[in-house]
């Protein structure tokens, strides 16, 4: 990052605005060799905050889809959990193409492959990760994905609360933040966040719900995932909810392979497709598209603590 970000802690939204001043008061060559300027790599490089790149068809051929994310600007991508089966599957990704971050965790949509000792193996998997952080060697970055869903039939909704706050605490005492996935749970998710609210934050993926619901996400410290809702139109209320919130509480996540954008009904999402949720989300805001794609890079940079 720049040494303003880096050094005085700047956030997203204030180092954008001390770019723009600097671009009213400095030469293109100065503004690109002083210390105000933004990363350059921020300018151009897109983080998919949110895709299953171990699922089908990526597993299959990963050099492929990673040629046309690249080829598309993004060049980052996070990779939530589901449960113990994938964890390794992950870590070896990561090590094999180090553009891939990932996070561990127990999915609330396969709870009923978590068996006794899921968070016990979460924990000792989530130490053994924060001594290869020491070490700078770990791409860990996250725990999840976590939540509540009780969209499933016969949830067990006892239990789903009782693995979400567990892996909150973990996530504070690791000092990571948390992927959060919720689906008709709304109330009960954010009770359990304010009862163990997430000291390095996080981000509440795949967002779809009301003004009032993202604003009690934000104001405990938890960023809003923009996906391929808001390229449908007749979402009208995402779309209107995702336009008027601070641009510095929002992330890009294309959920691949699910969550196809508009115009690609029926196929499996990909990570190349992020910058056509990018464009959307340039059409019903008030900033360019530039200006939207820097501030986003540089605070999903911020939360998952990724080198820019």
């Given at each position: 990052m720049t040494?303003?970000?880096?050094?005085?802690g700047?956030s997203?939204?204030i180092?954008?605005a001390?770019?723009r001043f600097?671009?009213?008061?400095m030469t293109?060559?100065?503004?690109?060799?002083?210390?105000v300027?933004?990363?350059?790599?921020?300018?151009?490089?897109l983080?998919d905050?949110?895709?299953?790149?171990?699922f089908?068809?990526?597993?299959?051929d990963?050099e492929?889809?990673?040629?046309l994310?690249?080829?598309?600007?993004?060049?980052k991508?996070?990779?939530?959990?589901v449960?113990?089966?994938n964890?390794?599957?992950?870590?070896?990704?990561?090590v094999?193409?180090?553009?891939l971050?990932?996070g561990l965790?127990l999915?609330p949509?396969?709870?009923?492959?978590h068996?006794?000792n899921?968070l016990?193996?979460l924990a000792?998997?989530?130490?053994?990760e924060?001594?290869l952080?020491e070490k700078?060697?770990?791409?860990c970055?996250?725990v999840?994905?976590?939540?509540?869903?009780?969209?499933?039939?016969?949830?067990d909704?006892?239990?789903?609360?009782s693995?979400?706050?567990?892996?909150?605490?973990?996530?504070?005492?690791?000092?990571?933040?948390?992927i959060?996935?919720?689906?008709k749970?709304?109330?009960?998710?954010?009770?359990?966040l304010?009862q163990?609210?997430?000291?390095?934050?996080?981000v509440?993926h795949?967002?779809?719900?009301?003004?009032?619901?993202?604003?009690?996400?934000i104001?405990?410290?938890?960023?809003?995932?923009?996906?391929?809702?808001?390229?449908?139109?007749?979402?009208n209320?995402?779309r209107?909810?995702i336009a008027?919130?601070?641009l510095?509480?929002?992330?890009l996540?294309?959920?691949?392979?699910?969550?196809?954008?508009?115009?690609?009904?029926?196929?499996?999402?990909?990570?190349?497709?992020l910058?056509?949720?990018?464009?959307?989300?340039a059409?019903?805001r008030?900033e360019?598209?530039q200006?939207?794609?820097?501030v986003?890079?540089?605070?999903?940079?911020?939360?998952f603590?990724i080198?820019m």
């Open positions: 040494a303003g970000v880096k050094r005085w700047w997203p939204r180092a954008v001390v770019h600097a671009m009213t008061v293109p060559v100065t503004l690109l060799t002083s210390k300027a933004l990363p350059y790599r921020a300018n151009r490089m983080i905050s949110h895709c299953h790149f171990d089908a068809p990526f597993c299959d990963p492929h889809y990673l040629a994310a690249r080829q598309a600007g993004v060049e991508i996070v990779i939530p959990a449960g113990q089966r964890w390794q599957v992950l870590r070896d990704l990561s094999r193409f180090p553009c971050y990932y965790g999915h949509f396969f709870s009923a492959e068996d006794a899921a016990q193996q000792s998997a989530l130490a053994a924060a001594v952080r700078s060697v770990s791409r970055v996250a999840g994905e976590c939540g509540l869903d009780f969209a499933i039939v016969n949830a909704r006892d239990q789903q609360i693995l979400l706050a567990a892996q909150l605490q973990l996530a504070n005492r690791f000092e990571l933040p948390v959060l996935h919720c689906r749970a709304f109330p009960e998710l954010f009770g359990v304010r163990n609210r997430p000291i390095a934050g996080g509440y795949g967002f779809s719900g009301s003004h009032q619901q993202a604003k009690q996400l104001d405990l410290g938890i960023k809003i995932g923009v996906g391929g809702t808001i390229t449908y139109r007749r979402a209320k995402t209107n909810t008027a919130l601070p510095d509480a929002l992330l996540e294309t959920d691949a392979p699910d969550m196809p954008v508009a115009g690609f009904q029926g196929e499996p999402n990909r990570p190349d497709r910058v056509n949720v990018l464009g959307e989300l059409a019903i008030t360019s598209e200006e939207i794609k820097q986003i890079s540089l605070t999903t940079a911020e939360l603590r080198p």
